[in-house]
T-cell receptor, first 113, second 109 residues
């Protein structure tokens, strides 16, 4: 199947700093990518839909100024968690569509101290 | 009410036994249905799509009941490697997926 990569796989940062997570489609072009967040023992919650060349669409309750999304090319979307706080600690997963199936990246585990 | 609801489990299953569990969804406009598998600290992986007529993939059988708005997954001859969290996923118009909370299955020798 199609491959989606994420970088970094794990990051630990201090409260107040910003963290950038990259999501790449390795062998296909993705005009749309999705960003999810998963807290321990909970399901994936869609945060936003990232559209190549245009603004992202955020789900209700997700602060667009805190979670900056940039989808500058057909193979790369980035999520920047600005001024991270301990409550932002979570598993962040991106996905992209290829051939009618949504493929997920391996996820980024963010820990904010 | 959650859009997609699942029994969180865990379902403790003896190796070789059969286990089945359901998922209910609230959006009657939902168009596509899937079961994903998620291992601990890993990303979800598509197990199978669910079709109206029901479908089977090896030891896995999925059923869809649109009238009652639920889907089911049955695993026959459970293997130790089947231990995972099974996520019920629903897609309405567009490509947005809505995930259930997952059902945890533990297969024991």
């Amino acid at each position: 199947g199609a491959v989606v990569s994420q970088h970094p796989s794990r990051v630990i940062c201090k409260s107040g700093t910003s963290v950038k997570i990259e999501c790449r489609s390795l062998d296909f072009q993705a005009t749309t990518m999705f960003w999810y967040r998963q807290f321990p023992k909970q399901s994936l919650m869609l945060m936003a839909t990232s559209n190549e060349g245009s603004k992202a669409t955020y789900e209700q309750g997700v602060e667009k100024d805190k979670f900056l999304i940039n989808h500058a090319s057909l193979t790369l979307s980035t999520l920047t968690v600005t001024s991270a706080h301990p409550e932002d600690s979570s598993f962040y997963i991106c996905s992209a569509y290829a051939v009618f199936e949504q493929f997920f990246g391996p996820g980024t585990r963010l820990t904010v101290l | 009410r959650k859009e997609v609801e699942q029994d969180p489990g865990p379902f403790n299953v003896p190796e070789g036994a059969t286990v089945a569990f359901n998922c209910t969804y609230s959006n009657s406009a939902s168009q596509s249905f899937f079961w994903y598998r998620q291992d601990c600290r890993k990303e979800p992986k598509l197990l199978m799509s669910v079709y109206s007529s029901g479908n089977e993939d090896g030891r896995f059988t999925a059923q869809l009941n649109r009238a009652s708005q639920y889907i089911s997954l049955l695993i026959r001859d459970s293997k130790l490697s089947d231990s995972a969290t099974y996520l019920c996923v629903v897609k309405a118009a567009g490509n947005k997926l809505t995930f259930g909370g997952g059902t945890r299955v533990l297969v024991k020798p």
